[in-house]
T-cell receptor, first 112, second 112 residues
Framework: EAAVTQSPRNKVTVTGGNVTLSCRQT?????MYWYRQDTGHGLRLIHY???????QIGDVPDGYKATRTTQEDFFLLLELASPSQTSLYFC???????????FGHGTKLSVL | QQKVQQSPESLSVPEGGMASLNCTSS?????YFWWYRQHSGEGPKALM?????GDKKEGRFTAHLNKASLHVSLHIRDSQPSDSALYFC????????????FGSGTRLLVSP
């Protein structure tokens, strides 16, 4: 099965801090996604990409930047973290449109 | 308002029973429906997809799609305690590539 690796698994930072969440897939998938999961809201799309250097805005992009440096690597950046960004973050990848997404194990982020 | 609405929020069925989950989208641009399942502490995993009107069966799972009403359902026959999980409906939307939008989920509990 396709593998998606996220790091770190847990992160604690303070309000105003900088955070980078990393995601790597070695499946040669074109699409990569960043979601946040919060009770009552399900999975909400932050940013996504369909190839190296490409970036598309999702549904809840405010306060987040993303960068797809290579086909394998997709990063999510929080430059001025706020408590409202405390959440469980998932990265996912898929080979192409309408194909299934493969998810990582998630990163639990706490902003104090 | 979320573009993908799921009901019920939670569902409890006895072991061996039938579980029925519902999903409705509000956007006719949505092309492809997927069902995902998430066990506690893990990332979501794809169960099955459907894009044609009618039923699609995979083992104990049957998905039904009505494109006219943008409604899709998932029926789990002979439910097992291991089916206890959070179930998400997801739809793909052509928008700067293809974005994948998730509903808020249905929590299923199967009691022995």
């Amino acid at each position: 099965e396709a593998a998606v690796t996220q790091s770190p698994r847990n992160k604690v930072t303070v309000t105003g801090g900088n955070v980078t969440l990393s995601c790597r897939q070695t499946n040669s998938h074109n699409y990569m996604y960043w979601y946040r999961q919060d009770t009552g809201h399900g999975l909400r799309l932050i940013h996504y990409s369909y190839g190296a250097g490409n970036l598309q805005i999702g549904d809840v992009p405010d306060g987040y930047k993303a960068t797809r440096t290579t086909q394998e690597d997709f990063f999510l950046l929080l430059e001025l973290a706020s408590p409202s960004q405390t959440s469980l973050y998932f990265c996912a990848s898929s080979v192409g449109q309408n194909e299934r997404l493969f998810f990582g194990h998630g990163t639990k982020l706490s902003v104090l | 308002q979320q573009k993908v609405q799921q009901s019920p929020e939670s569902l409890s069925v006895p072991e061996g029973g039938m579980a029925s989950l519902n999903c409705t989208s509000s956007d006719r641009n949505f092309q492809y429906f997927w069902w995902y399942r998430q066990h506690s502490g893990e990332g979501p995993k794809a169960l099955m997809s459907i894009f044609s009107d009618g039923d699609k069966k995979e083992g104990r799972f049957t998905a039904h799609l009505n494109k006219a009403s943008l409604h899709v359902s998932l029926h789990i026959r002979d439910s097992q305690p291991s089916d206890s999980a959070l179930y998400f409906c997801a739809v793909s939307e052509p928008s700067g590539g293809y974005k994948v939008v998730f509903g808020s989920g249905t929590r299923l509990l199967v009691s022995p």
